[in-house]
């Protein structure tokens, strides 16, 4: 099975500094990639979808690049909405999910 | 609007059958590129993929419980059932049902609210 290993597990950061988190395949998966934001007690919400294409109505300050088996979700200026845990998912059949990073106020 | 709402029991015993049900609107289970899936959080812990289910009945299962869960759906009810067997402790969790939309891979774009299932004796 494939592996999705995401780096930091948690990183602080203050508004305005530009984040990125990492996610890892244990093999490639080409651009079947996805990003979700969970805030605490609400469901995740998709950001990105094939590595690089933003979700409708989600803020052009997220962006995701990669493919193969190595990616990046960067916020470009973080905002005080954008505090939480992030989670990159492969997307194709089987679609585990990586173990997290939360991002947390510095 | 698209909405989810998942329902069942929110207690069950070791070794006890669970069955969850994704109630759906604002789309269709007929639609080629529209499914279901089923991802489950325990508390505190990170998200687990299970399943999913598309119109014409294509089926994926996380390997590790494969042999735990089954995956259907009634059309005329907008409904799709979960249901996994074996009930443990370590399955409580927090399930979620999405709307799955098949498209340069598959995306989880709509989600319900989650239901809490507690495994206990």
């Known amino acids: 099975d494939i592996q999705m290993t995401q780096s930091p597990s948690s990183l602080s950061a203050s508004v305005g500094d530009r984040v990125t988190i990492t996610c890892r395949a244990s093999q490639s998966v080409s651009t079947y990639l996805n990003w979700y934001q969970q805030k605490p007690g609400k469901a995740p919400n998709l950001l990105i979808y094939a590595a690089s294409s933003l979700q409708s109505g989600v803020p052009s300050r997220f962006s995701g690049s990669g493919s193969g088996t190595d990616f990046t979700l960067t916020i470009s200026s973080l905002q005080p909405e954008d505090f939480a845990t992030y989670y990159c998912?492969?997307?194709?059949?089987?679609?585990?999910f990586g173990q997290g990073t939360k991002v947390e106020i510095e | 609007q698209v909405t989810l709402k998942e329902s069942g029991p929110v207690l069950v015993k070791p070794t006890e059958t669970l069955t969850l049900t994704c109630t759906v609107s604002?789309?269709?289970?007929?639609?080629?590129?529209?499914?279901v899936s089923w991802i489950r959080q325990p508390p505190g812990k990170a998200l687990e993929w299970l399943a999913h289910?598309?119109?014409?009945?294509?089926?994926s299962y996380s390997t590790s419980l494969r042999s735990r869960l089954s995956i259907s759906k009634d059309t005329s009810k907008s409904q799709v059932v979960l249901t996994m067997t074996n009930m443990d402790p370590v399955d409580t969790a927090t399930y979620y049902c999405?709307?799955?939309?098949?498209?340069?891979?598959?995306?989880?774009?709509?989600w319900g609210q989650g239901t809490l299932v507690t495994v206990s004796s």
């Open positions: 604002g789309f269709s289970l007929t639609n080629a590129r529209m499914g």
């Open positions: 999405a709307r799955t939309y098949h498209s340069s891979g598959y995306m989880d774009d709509y």
């Open positions: 998912q492969q997307s194709y059949t089987i679609r585990p």
């Open positions: 289910i598309f119109s014409n009945d294509e089926k």
